[in-house]
T-cell receptor
């Protein structure tokens, strides 16, 4: 079983839609959770960073962590064509040196 | 200027050749990482370094070696390249103050024929 599971998509939505991206994980010791956005032929860039449980909002983006279900989500409100990219989740424990990445979900926002 | 740079951006080589991928950063971070990215497999850690004197193997280090020449420079070598090493390679640094959030370079696309 992989440490982190992420539906690869592809996901296609109309402009203005609310997008929900998700990851599940198996290691209950994970405490740090990140979401990255990766445009084609570019390196991943950090979108959101959350420690432990709860919600975090930044503009149109909201990250949620549900540790009881071992489930994290990224919501994008009022999606724009510029949001078209691959979204990667990543996580690690308090003491671990390694990040575990999901395989990424490909998102296309259609104008 | 980019905080994390990688050279070359693209490389084609032949089986058996030794090649080096280079990474430089201006973020001032001590920790640096090398990953490879393959379709359907995501990002996998090859090596990481917490300072100039500290080098650690990651999940898939076989066939690779690294050198940390300075705080700002971390190189990845393929001793004898094989087609299975065709992938997108990323260098990253991490910010200890933000849970070691990773900052990635633009990537090197490597093709081994």
């Amino acid at each position: 079983q992989k440490e982190v599971e992420q539906d690869p998509g592809p996901l296609s939505v109309p402009e203005g839609a609310i997008v929900s991206l998700n990851c599940t994980y198996s290691n209950s010791a994970f405490q740090y959770f990140m979401w990255y956005r990766q445009y084609s032929r570019k390196g991943p860039e950090l979108l959101m960073y959350t420690y432990s449980s709860g919600n975090k909002e930044d503009g149109r983006f909201t990250a949620q962590v549900d540790k009881s279900s071992k489930y994290i989500s990224l919501f994008i409100r009022d999606s724009q064509p510029s949001d078209s990219a691959t979204y990667l989740c990543a996580m690690r424990t308090n003491t671990g040196n390694q990040f575990y990445f999901g395989t990424g979900t490909s998102l296309t926002v259609i104008p | 200027d980019a905080d994390v740079t990688q050279t070359p951006r693209n490389r084609i080589t032949k089986t058996g050749k030794r090649i080096m991928l280079e990474c430089s950063q201006t973020k001032g971070h001590d920790r640096m990482y090398w990953y490879r990215q393959d379709p359907g497999l995501g990002l996998r850690l090859i090596y990481y370094s917490f300072d100039v004197k500290d080098i650690n193997k990651g999940e898939i280090s076989d066939g690779y070696s690294v050198s940390r020449q300075a705080q700002a420079k971390f190189s990845l070598s393929l001793e004898s390249a094989i087609p299975n090493q065709t992938a997108l390679y990323f260098c990253a640094t991490s910010d200890l103050a933000r849970g070691e959030t990773q900052y990635f370079g633009p990537g090197t696309r490597l093709l081994v024929l």
